[in-house]
């Protein structure tokens, strides 16, 4: 065998063993399943009233794009060995905020970075009060974040006074809605979040340190590490990424429902940073493969509504691909896998030799 085949299939085999490539494969096998359905179902076309690109796939892009930013802050706090209930309920806190001060600040483009720079802050704010409770005062990382799960709701009802507020701001409602060279300003957005996280944590010794708390805290101590620092961090980073998912949830409507405003987003950010291959025992993390997590999930949504299943079987439709896909990344199923073709490729030598000897 020539070594640019030995190469060629050393790539492949180091792709496959990476927990996202199955990720990639069960966006596509979803899309040929809605193809089948439908052969027109990945058709893309250029509506020239807006200048945007139309169709099923944008409609994905555009969906998956608060999953992505949720599940990329989840990533960095499960690094740690933490975990964040709280983000579905921070969007819905930011979105209470934005929307309240807009419709009372006007439809100015001053007003739309006011709202958006409020939200934001608000999001950083009370991830700062999550990082206080887990590091400062100690409590476990899951009961403080359900704390802040339970009371963020209550605090978006009071921003709100217990109403869906609406507002008009077409700066604001660009945020969601509008397209720069076709694609939607939303994705864009969250694609260039995600690059400048990843770099970020990979281009310093930051991503190391996040993983060095989340492996051993003792060890890291030991070794200068300032683990309080770093959770407030990405405590932090994860209030501040949850009340972007949040402004691009309500900017699509220019409404906030209290209610369902990131309605249970924390079990698909944490089924996303799964599929991307971050352990949640800590540890290390793979924010690429978080993203991707998030694009499946919202195919899978899209799956679910276009194929028409019932609301009520909706859950178990999803736990169904999310436990395939989990036993395909499984190391121990990959190894008993191969022990059986081993086996049986030597039971099959076995009985060549037994044929050739009679």
Do not use: H
Not at 24 to 50: H, M, R
Not at 130 to 137: M, Q
Not at 180 to 209: D, E
Request: one cysteine or more.
């Amino acid at each position: 065998m020539s070594d640019d085949a030995t190469s060629r299939i050393s790539m492949l085999t180091a792709l496959i063993r990476r927990p996202y490539f199955w990720g990639l494969i069960a966006i596509a096998l979803l899309l040929a399943v809605n193809s089948i359905k439908d052969p027109g179902y990945l058709a893309i076309s250029y509506n020239e009233t807006t200048g945007s690109l139309v169709g099923n796939l944008i409609d994905i892009l555009r969906a998956a794009a608060p999953i992505a930013m949720i599940s990329v802050g989840m990533c960095l706090v499960i690094a740690t060995a933490g975990i964040d209930l709280s983000v579905g309920s921070l969007m819905a806190v930011a979105g209470a905020v934005s929307m309240e001060f807009l419709s009372s600040a006007g439809g100015s483009a001053g007003a739309a970075f006011a709202a958006l720079g409020l939200a934001l802050l608000l999001g950083a704010v009370l991830g700062a009060v999550n990082a206080v409770l887990i590091s400062v005062v100690g409590l476990q990382p899951f009961i403080s974040t359900l704390v802040l799960m339970l009371a963020g709701r209550g605090l978006a009802k009071v921003i709100t006074s217990g109403q869906n507020t609406a507002a008009s701001n077409e700066t604001f409602r660009w945020i969601a809605n509008g397209y720069v060279i076709g694609l939607p300003v939303v994705f864009l957005l969250a694609v260039l979040i995600v690059i400048a996280v990843g770099l970020l944590v990979r281009r310093s010794a930051l991503g190391l340190m996040i993983e060095a708390i989340g492996m051993d805290p003792r060890a890291a101590r030991l070794a200068g590490v300032n683990r309080r620092g770093l959770l407030f961090a990405v405590y932090i980073a994860s209030g501040t990424l949850a009340a972007v998912a949040g402004i691009f949830a309500t900017a699509s409507v220019m409404t906030v429902d209290v209610s369902n405003t990131g309605y249970q987003l924390e079990m698909d950010a944490i089924l996303a940073v799964v599929i991307g291959g971050t352990s949640l025992a800590g540890g290390k993390f793979n924010i690429t493969g978080a993203a991707i997590g998030a694009l499946l999930i919202a195919t899978l949504d899209k799956t679910v509504v276009f194929l028409g299943v019932s609301s009520s079987a909706t859950p178990a439709f999803k736990a169904i691909v999310i436990i395939a896909l989990c036993l395909l990344q499984s190391e121990r199923v990959r190894e008993l896998f191969r022990a059986r073709r081993s086996r049986a490729a030597t039971t099959t030598s076995d009985a060549s030799k037994e044929a050739v000897a009679a």
